[in-house]
């Protein structure tokens, strides 16, 4: 898959277990991943890394709810950025060419990020990036969403 051996990528996605999501999370989608995040905290709050500008660029972050997930994920627009549970390494990125946001973690973590099976998980990403063949995007949403769930990350270049 093009573009994918980004430090970022290699360093928190790469080979690892993962929820793969259209681009730009829903407020549902939110819930889930922030509800997961949340499972780290206390007091209702959990402190993050907000990581970009390929690493160079480290801004703490605090999240209470899905609604302050849902701002980041707007505001990751063209951008690459990882969310970051240092602890725990629970992660969340977002691609630079905005293809899909994945969340990555324990068994535990992507159990609470996971809102649909692997199955509707699957259809769910491909029906909504069906967008990508009219933005001249060399691979299709079938293709991309295979070499994400493929371990280790077989194809990515």
């Given at each position: 898959?093009?573009?994918?051996?980004?430090?970022?990528?290699?360093?928190?996605?790469?080979?690892?277990?993962?929820?793969?999501?259209?681009?730009?999370?829903s407020i549902v989608d939110c819930f889930f991943v922030s509800g997961a995040f949340l499972k780290f905290g206390d007091s209702g709050s959990v402190a993050l890394s907000r990581i970009s500008a390929n690493g160079a660029q480290v801004v703490p972050v605090k999240i209470v709810d899905a609604y302050d997930l849902y701002d980041?994920?707007?505001?990751?627009?063209?951008?690459?950025?990882?969310?970051?549970?240092?602890?725990?390494?629970?992660?969340?990125?977002?691609?630079?060419?905005?293809?899909?946001?994945?969340?990555?973690?324990?068994?535990?973590?992507?159990?609470?990020?996971?809102?649909?099976?692997?199955?509707?998980?699957?259809?769910?990403?491909?029906?909504?990036?069906?967008?990508?063949?009219?933005?001249?995007?060399?691979?299709?949403?079938?293709?991309?969403?295979?070499?994400?769930?493929?371990?280790?990350?077989?194809?990515?270049?």
């Amino acid at each position: 898959m093009h573009g994918d051996k980004s430090e970022l990528f290699r360093t928190y996605v790469e080979g690892r277990q993962k929820v793969i999501f259209p681009w730009s999370l829903s407020i549902v989608d939110c819930f889930f991943v922030s509800g997961a995040f949340l499972k780290f905290g206390d007091s209702g709050s959990v402190a993050l890394s907000r990581i970009s500008a390929n690493g160079a660029q480290v801004v703490p972050v605090k999240i209470v709810d899905a609604y302050d997930l849902y701002d980041i994920d707007t505001e990751a627009n063209g951008l690459e950025v990882v969310l970051l549970h240092e602890a725990s390494g629970s992660a969340c990125y977002w691609d630079v060419h905005e293809r899909f946001v994945v969340a990555v973690g324990g068994g535990d973590f992507l159990e609470l990020a996971r809102p649909y099976p692997s199955d509707i998980e699957r259809h769910r990403y491909v029906e909504a990036m069906l967008h990508l063949e009219d933005i001249k995007c060399n691979e299709s949403a079938e293709a991309i969403y295979e070499a994400l769930s493929a371990r280790p990350l077989a194809g990515l270049t």
